[in-house]
């Protein structure tokens, strides 16, 4: 595998699109780079499970993002019907604590044993948003103490689950790997190339600075999908990544 091979395995692209179609335009101008491709909410209520399973057709690597947060029952039954699309990573959110973690692993595991062809994906916990900052972690949310302090609390609890990792900004990977373990997967949002907007994202780096802080995987949304050209942006994206190694 080359080094560009290597890196782009490394880059989410979010699919923030309202349908299949705007999606596959920007695949079909991708074709060619092996990143993963990141199924949020919005397309996925709009294009249900076929598009996943377009997306492994075309041999994508596919992480869906859909934050389950409901009882641990109801969430076990979505981890079950989630691991039968053959997705390669999803998530629950870490606020629904232990027992609805455990249950999502179960979900998976019951899935994997009435399938055999089925692969086992990578299950992580979302900690905090890489939207939130202290005041509205404090007075909003209503926890204590600072951003950091919250992340490592869920981490360390979704690790205690069972679970493979979590979703956090790039400013925690390394207070995360330390308290988890560096095999511990982060996945980190709040990416932005350098120069470009931060827009709603209020814990951010560079796409260099973010895999010298031994993140597994980077989320890029806008700066790909609403730039004028987006395979140069992605492009781009991987040349920096790659200055980290």
């Keep these: 595998m080359s080094l560009f091979e290597q890196t782009a395995g490394k880059l989410m692209v979010a699919l923030d699109y309202p349908s299949a179609e705007q999606a596959r335009q920007l695949i079909e101008r991708l074709e060619g780079i ?38 641990p029952n109801t969430v076990k039954g979505g981890a079950h019907s989630i691991t039968r699309l053959g997705v390669d990573m999803f998530n629950v959110h870490a606020a629904g604590g232990k027992k609805m973690m455990v249950a999502a692993k179960e979900g998976v ?4 044993q009435e399938d055999s062809s089925l692969t086992m994906p990578i299950v992580i916990g979302v900690t905090q948003l890489t939207s939130t900052n202290q005041e509205t972690l404090n007075e909003e949310i209503g926890i204590p103490g600072t951003v950091e302090q919250a992340v490592l609390s869920y981490a360390s609890v ?30 980190t949002p709040g990416i932005r190339p350098a120069g470009s907007e931060k827009g709603d994202q209020s814990r951010t780096l560079t796409p260099e600075e973010a895999i010298r802080q031994g993140t597994n995987y980077i989320v890029v949304g806008r700066p790909i999908t609403a730039a004028p050209d987006p395979r140069s942006a992605a492009e781009q994206i991987i040349e920096e990544m790659k200055k980290a190694w």
């Design 34 to 71: 092996p990143c993963y491709m990141k199924v949020g909410m919005q397309l996925f209520y709009s294009a249900g499970p076929d598009f996943v399973k377009e997306l492994k057709s075309r041999g994508y690597s596919v992480f869906l993002d859909l934050k389950m947060h409901d009882i």
């Design 109 to 112: 595991l019951d899935a994997l």
């Design 158 to 187: 979704t690790k205690e689950a069972g679970l493979d990792g979590v979703v956090a900004s790039p400013l925690e990977v390394q207070a995360i790997k330390g308290r988890c373990g560096q095999n511990f997967v982060t996945v």
